[in-house]
């Protein structure tokens, strides 16, 4: 199926608590009930198998580029950014691709 | 369904000629013909939509870690790695995760 997938990990400040952690994984697995144009949602904590992996993801499909950018402006996300996942983040990495 | 996710982004390093990326892409994309553990594979350039994206990403999903790992470390992979890809990596960011 063509689409349009946005790609992005985080690496987390150090002395970031689990529970900050958990709570963007929390706020950001509400959103595809609050933004329609997500097709597909897919989150995930680093599993611990090679060294130097980032220590979160988030791989989202959309139908196109239009969707993806509804969803990266919708007020529900900045929401999440400005408030769980700026504060803690260390390092991020992103890209966005025709799927 | 259940499985494990492998995501990795690479930035290409100056200099570096649209050849040499279409030849990774092209190598790399010959991988699920070669690697029976590989259950999905998809890669993709840079759409362009955000300044700071990396250049080039793959997301790859097994049916569990051993099944990545078996990808990881089989030759065809390192193969591409060794002669493709790592001579023109600036930069790269991975995680692998239970998905």
Known sequence: MSGFRHVVMFRWAE??????QE??????GELPGLIEEI?????????G????AYDFAV??????RDAYLAYRDHPAHRA???Q????IVAERASIQYEA
Chains 1, 2 share one sequence.
């Not at 002395?15 to 900050?20: A, E, H, K, L, N």
């Not at 709570?23 to 950001?28: C, G, K, M, S």
Request: proline share 5%; aromatic share 8%.
């Open 49 to 52: 198998v090679n060294p130097g």
């Open 39 to 47: 097709r597909e949602y897919s989150i995930g904590v680093n599993a």
């Open 15 to 20: 002395g970031t608590t689990t529970g900050q």
């Open 23 to 28: 709570e963007v994984a929390a706020r950001l």
């Open 59 to 64: 791989v989202a499909d959309f139908a196109g």
């Open 84 to 87: 769980y996942i700026t504060p």
């Open 80 to 82: 999440v950014v400005e």
